[in-house]
């Protein structure tokens, strides 16, 4: 092995049996030695014939559709599940993260289930020591730290148990499965902080996960796993593309979904103005008509009317106002009605989008009404990027 | 040098988690009940009472055996330890699912955990026997320092059986409740409440078979040495000074088997429980 490559999977093949009727007790062993149909069980290949190595300091990402055996690819590198064919050789310590707080106990205070949680990890208790104020001040957790952790909230649990993982695991390797998905704005925040952090301490993770943007983002090299083989190894940005084409159907012509598809409207404001209407007028090629009517229950001063559009990712893609289009509405009075029209070029990315529009008063900041998700579209397009947007930009050539 | 190097890297982490396990086993067992860790001597002292009572008191059981009652409770007592790390080593492998499932540990840490957890409440109860040995008027010896090695065997057999038990829990789950008969029958087998010259008088043949049980072999040791030499070993049963031997084997047969089944087993417990 290389000195550079700390992970090496050779054709690692791995099946699990899935039995039809489990003989899991004694009983059963006695009461029905010969009977065929105990014997009979399906193979479910999680694996098959995989291959590669992750050289030192790399960022490898695993993308994949749920059940298509990146979790047990990650279990077997960390050394849980044995693979039924195949090696995988690992230079170097590794610190897996299939799921924080790993082994914490309710009955425990939070300084005891540091200690313990550590422990699982390989930490001595020394070595938590010399951490341990480091970890309280990260968790931001000082006063709780001799309370029970049943006496701790989801959230305060999860602080804890990320700090001590972030902490402490100062190891070579890291694996890390989606741990991100959970928590809020704020918390996730931190977790990319720290993976910014990895990156630049050089540290080899492997990580798995759904989210694209991440994978972009922070990712050097990214294999793509479809029904249990690797389909694509090589940069994230193809692997990323090929993952959200799987999800996007074939065809050519851009459709139009209205706002049917969305449940769970949900809409805020002072109620002094109301969007009565929003429709998708045209949907090409080249733009996208979008017209909502507003009726207005009281007289609002120079209101300001803004839309917003936002990718399956829950990034906002574009948006604007009047405020911003310098195009001033006079006091509009009780009682009146105004209609908007706003034309979007079509630049966007291949994948289903959904719309905000708002009317505030002229601070900006006191809403009216605010549509969330009002209406939503789908794009297929045929110069489809990777990236967030993809406008047609001219490319000539000359001898 | 490199070699300890070696084997102390190698297991740095089984011990780190080791002593994890045990400090967190020691805190929660009891935590939430008034009396706490009292209950670790009140199980063993209560069993003894009622034994006491019925047995000797009104039976009159082992009348002709010097200090009966600090020698019957040094039977519970051990047996007391023999309960305990079996039934430890049944749950350890499928309690700890979660973690197992999780993260790539020695597996074997859990087992030997709940060795170290029972073998500590076994020295809190020592020292109540040591109390009733004082108030029973029993001399204290230098014999008492047999006790560590015959501890020693007492703990390879109980962990070697938990070995087995728990690589047994995991493929079939009706195993606890078959366990709970044997060491009920084990309990009467075993020479605890009744002195195994009773049996001797009966048949000298069925007194030699329930000797090769090594539970029997190590609590009649240890009366021998340390309460009573009125107390028969497995060698004078079988007139013999090598009959010890058949005892060791029979540990190191369960060990042998113990250590192979749960090696063979523990690289698949992740994806069986």
């Not at chain 1, 979790?71 to 039924?84: C, D, H, M, R």
């Not at chain 1, 080899?204 to 989210?211: A, I, N, R």
């Amino acid at each position: 092995m290389s000195k550079e490559i700390v992970i090496s999977v050779k054709n690692v093949s791995k099946s699990f049996k899935l039995p039809h009727e489990k003989a899991d007790s004694v009983k059963s062993l006695f009461v029905n030695p010969f009977n065929q149909n105990r014997k009979k069980f399906e193979v479910q290949h999680a694996l098959r014939n995989i291959s590669f190595d992750i050289k030192k300091g790399e960022f490898f990402g695993i993308v994949g559709r749920n059940g298509s055996g990146k979790s047990t690819l990650l279990k077997i590198i960390a050394g849980i599940y044995q693979p039924n064919k195949g090696n995988v050789v690992v230079d170097g310590k590794i610190v897996p993260f299939i799921e924080l707080g790993v082994g914490f106990n309710p009955q425990l205070t939070g300084r005891e289930n540091v200690y313990l949680n550590g422990a699982l990890l390989g930490f001595s208790e020394k070595e938590v020591d010399l951490k341990y104020k480091e970890i309280v001040d990260f968790a931001e957790l000082d006063r709780f730290m001799d309370q029970k952790l049943r006496n701790y909230s989801s959230g305060m649990q999860v602080r804890l148990a990320f700090s001590v993982a972030t902490i402490l695991a100062e190891s070579d390797i890291l694996l890390i499965d989606e741990v991100l998905a959970v928590g809020d704005a704020d918390f996730q925040r931190k977790c990319f902080n720290y993976f910014r952090h990895l990156k630049k301490l050089k540290k080899t993770v492997v990580f798995v996960s759904h989210d694209m943007e991440s994978i972009r983002e922070y990712c050097d090299r990214c294999v793509f796993i479809n029904d249990a083989e690797i389909v694509y190894d090589g940069s994230p940005e193809k692997a990323a593309e090929m993952y959200l084409a799987m999800f996007n159907e074939s065809g050519h012509i851009d459709k139009v979904t209205n706002k049917s598809t969305i449940e769970n409207v949900s809409r805020w404001g002072d109620g002094s103005a109301h969007f009565d209407d929003i429709k998708i007028e045209n949907l090409s090629e080249k733009e996208i008509k979008i017209s909502t009517e507003i009726s207005f229950l009281e007289t609002i001063e120079q209101p300001i009317v803004g839309i917003q559009i936002t990718n399956s990712m829950g990034q906002p893609v574009c948006g604007t106002n009047n405020k911003i289009l310098r195009k001033n509405l006079e006091s509009v009075k009780a009682g009146q009605k105004i209609t908007c029209v706003w034309t979007i070029p079509n630049i966007f990315s291949s994948g289903n989008y959904t719309v905000d529009v708002a009317v505030t008063h002229h601070d900006g900041v006191t809403q009216a009404d605010w549509w969330h998700e009002a209406t939503d579209f789908k794009i297929i397009n045929e110069l489809n990027t990777s990236h967030i947007v993809s406008p047609i930009i001219g490319q000539d050539f000359s001898l | 040098m490199k070699i300890f190097e070696k084997l102390k890297q190698k297991y740095h982490y089984a011990v780190i988690l080791l002593r994890q396990l045990v400090i967190t086993d020691f805190k929660i067992r009891y935590k939430g009940s008034v009396l706490g860790y009292i209950w670790t001597l009140l199980r063993p002292l209560a069993l003894f009472a009622v034994l006491y009572t019925v047995f000797v008191y009104f039976l009159r059981v082992g009348s002709n055996i010097p200090h009966y009652a600090v020698y019957l409770l040094m039977g519970v007592i051990f047996w007391n330890y023999f309960t305990e790390v079996t039934n430890n080593g049944v749950s350890a492998i499928v309690g700890k699912g979660d973690l197992l499932r999780k993260l790539a540990f020695p597996r074997y840490v859990v087992v030997v955990a709940g060795s170290f957890s029972a073998l500590i409440n076994l020295a809190i109860n020592l020292v109540v026997l040591g109390i009733f040995m004082i108030i029973n008027g029993v001399p204290f010896t230098w014999n008492i320092l047999w006790l560590i090695p015959i501890i020693f065997e007492l703990f390879v057999f109980g962990l070697s059986v938990a070995l087995i038990l728990s690589t047994l829990y995991v493929k079939f789950r009706d195993i606890n409740y078959i366990w709970e008969v044997v060491l009920q029958a084990g309990f009467y087998a075993t020479p605890i409440l009744y002195p195994i010259t009773l049996v001797m008088e009966k048949s000298l043949f069925i007194a030699k078979l329930m000797m090769l049980n090594p539970m029997a072999q190590i609590m009649q040791d240890a009366r021998h040495l340390i309460i009573t030499s009125q107390a028969e070993t497995i060698t004078s049963i079988y007139n013999n000074p090598y009959a010890r031997l058949i005892s060791f084997s029979i540990i190191i047969i369960f060990a042998v088997i113990g250590i192979i089944y749960f090696k063979k087993k523990s690289p698949s417990f992740a994806e069986e429980i």
